[in-house]
Each structure stands twice: as C-alpha cells, then as structure tokens.
T-cell receptor, first 107, second 113 residues
C-alpha cells in the first residue's frame, strides 16, 4: 500500500456544487497534514493545514480522521477559479505527497 | 523577501551530461527538499536536508547528489543525465518540525535528450 493515496479524479462539477476529496495515509505515526493546490504548470501552494479538531477557511473545510487514517477537503459553492489539482501532504519529518486529485469546475 | 528561488527555469541536456539545479531561500528555513514531478506520479522526494551539513535520501535518490553547506542554499546535482530524469523539479523549504508546511520554488523543467 502506498504511504499516501488520493483518488486522481478527475472530478467535474458545476459552479456552486459542493465537492469533497479524501486522502488516506498508512503511517499511523504521521504528525501533521496539509492540503496544497497546484495550478497547471505551476508550483504547489499551501491551501490549509489540517488539525485534529478540523478547520475551516471560508468555503474550505479540512478534517482529520486518525482512527480511519484519512484526511478530507470539502469545498462548498465551487467557483471556476477552484479548478486545479489538490494535493495532500503529511509531515512525519519525511514529507510525502499524494499524487493529487484533479478538479474542474464548469459553468 | 524572495522566498524560494530556483534556477534555471528550463534546461535541455544531452544524455550523459551533468548539471546543477540551484535552490536558494531567504526565510531562514532549516528544512529543504527536492522533489520531482512526473505525470501520474505526483511529487516524489529525491533528497532532503534538516539543516546545514545534514542531508538524507528520499524515495528516488539514484542519479542525484546534494549538499547543504549553508542554510540558504541546497543545490541538486545530476551526475550523468538520463532520459528518465526528464521531469519538473521543485525545491521546497520549511521551518523544522512536523507542524509546518512547505514553500515551493517555481520549478525547473528539465528535458534530457
């Protein structure tokens, strides 16, 4: 089993939709988690950290489920500008990325 | 405050040539890493460093060398380029410890012919 797994998608959703991605991890000792956004031919950029208690930033909500070993990202009221690839990262002093989930938001 | 600076942005090499990809950060980050990104493979860790003088291998270290003589700089050396090393290379830096995410450079697109 890969250390970090993501559904590659693509997820094609209409504007205004709610969409959720999951990222599963195999190392139960993993200490911290992050979601990144990557636009085509650009570098990844930090979207948000994932805390045990869950955290929200505007239309974005991230949650951590340690018992089932996954993190999730929920995007509400999708915008065209949300179209990108979303990468999860876990940091256990050996940072590993998932392969990314491609999201396309259509008019 | 420039963040993480990578040079060059684009490079074409012939098989067997060597070269160094440069990475510098001005945020006083202890932790620096090199990743390669290939279609369908995501970001794979090549080498990383937790501070000046300390480096370690990641998932795919073969064919690459690194050194970390200063906090700011973390160059990646391709010893003898192969077509399989055609990829996009990203350098990233972070504060030490597990609670910080990365800041990435803008990447180097390398083609080996």
């Amino acid at each position: 089993r890969k250390e970090v797994e993501q559904d590659p998608g693509p997820f094609n959703v209409p504007e205004g939709a709610t969409v959720a991605f999951n990222c599963t991890y195999s190392n139960s000792a993993s200490q911290s988690f992050f979601w990144y956004r990557q636009d085509c031919r650009k570098e990844p950029k930090l979207l948000m950290s994932v805390y045990s208690s869950g955290n929200e930033d505007g239309r974005f909500t991230a949650q951590l489920n340690r018992a089932s070993q996954y993190i999730s990202l929920l995007i509400r009221d999708s915008k065209l500008s949300d179209s990108a690839t979303y990468l999860c990262l876990y940091n256990n002093n050996d940072m590993r990325f998932g392969a990314g989930t491609r999201l396309t938001v259509k008019p | 405050n420039a963040g993480v600076t990578q040079t060059p942005k684009f490079q074409v090499l012939k098989t067997g040539q060597s070269m160094t990809l440069q990475c510098a950060q001005d945020m006083n980050h202890e932790y620096m890493s090199w990743y390669r990104q290939d279609p369908g493979m995501g970001l794979r860790l090549i080498h990383y460093s937790v501070g000046a003088g300390i480096t370690d291998q990641g998932e795919v270290p073969n064919g690459y060398n690194v050194s970390r003589s200063t906090t700011e700089d973390f160059p990646l050396r391709l010893l003898s380029a192969a077509p399989s090393q055609t990829s996009v290379y990203f350098c990233a830096s972070s504060y030490s410890g597990p609670y910080y995410g990365y800041t990435f450079g803008s990447g180097t697109r390398l083609t080996v012919v």
